[in-house]
């Protein structure tokens, strides 16, 4: 059974930056597409970012240019790396792998 941990969330400035990771367990990490989504309370939980096995790369508009997803299948481990971050990026994120998530970790842009 896959299990996803997630890691690196905090508090930061509005235009600072925060990478996160995502550590899968198993063995179909490389096979398949993983995906960040991130959910404020009350909304729905939303597309953030979603790579392919050989690292083809999708994007929500409102973090296109702003934040870079990537993989390393060697070490089961996906990032998102957040920069320019607003006051509006504040949520929890998740990370997903087929219908596993994550628990979440929370991203605090404030001043």
């Known amino acids: 059974q896959v299990q996803l941990v997630e890691s690196g969330g905090g508090l930061v400035q509005p235009g600072g930056s925060l990478r996160l990771s995502c550590a899968a367990s198993g063995s179909i990490f490389r096979i398949t597409t993983m995906g960040w989504y991130r959910q404020a309370p009350g909304k729905q939980r939303e597309l953030v970012a979603t790579i392919t096995p050989g690292s083809t790369t999708n994007y929500s508009d409102s973090v296109k240019g702003r934040f870079t997803i990537s993989r390393d299948n060697a070490k089961n481990t996906g990032y998102l790396q957040m920069n320019s971050l607003k006051p509006e990026d504040t949520t929890v994120y998740y990370c997903?792998?087929?219908?596993?998530w994550g628990q979440g970790t929370q991203v605090t842009v404030s001043s």
């Open positions: 997903n792998l087929r219908h596993t």
